[in-house]
């Protein structure tokens, strides 16, 4: 049985249902019309399950990113905050930033990523910093062309396209709650297609409730 609270006045099919609804990407409005839950109690339940999946994907072992890694900012919203995000092996990590300076992008690339990678970037001048350091670096000028062969970050902007059409269905987000969805665009990148999706989330919140209180 999956539960997302041990007290949770939700019956246990109706919480099958919304996780359902959650996986294949329905707004907490929508599934409480299809469910016929209260709005309210929809989205307190969506926010549930994106606080299990962040808090999951922060605890993961940080596994450095070897051989071909992409590294590209993105930004969301009206004022320019950086999301960094690298892409390796199909997997991504996304971290919240506060500037997309050199001297706050070079830790966390450092810290993430093995030191004989090859990492692959854009123009951008904050990446400037990894021309003088162990990793090889490679860029694409976007001005010229999208990709010269090898070289591309084609696989890191894939997964913010994906994102950002996740995210816009919500038609805004409130500050507080990005990281969560964030975090959960991260997951649906890592864990697809739905089946895994599905099997992932429901095995992490059954692990929650197999600890004895």
Partial sequence: MVTVRRRSRLPTRLQEELIKYFVGGATARSAALLTGVNRHTATLFFRKLREVIAQRLNEETPELLGGEVEIDESYFGGRRKGKRGRGAGGKVHTVIIPNVGSTTLFPIIRARIKPDAVVYSDSFQAYDVLDVSEFRHMRINHREKFADRANH???????????????????GIPRAQFPLY????????????????????????????SVPT
Avoid at 153 to 171: C, D, P, S, T, V
Avoid at 182 to 205: H, I, Q, S
Wanted: with cysteine.
């Fill in 182 to 209: 964030l975090k959960e665009c991260e997951w649906r990148f890592n864990y697809r297609p739905a089946d895994r999706l599905l099997a992932t989330l429901k095995t992490w919140l059954n692990e929650i409730h």
């Fill in 153 to 171: 970050i084609n696989g890191i902007e894939n997964f913010w396209n994906q994102a950002k059409r996740h995210l816009r269905r919500y038609n």
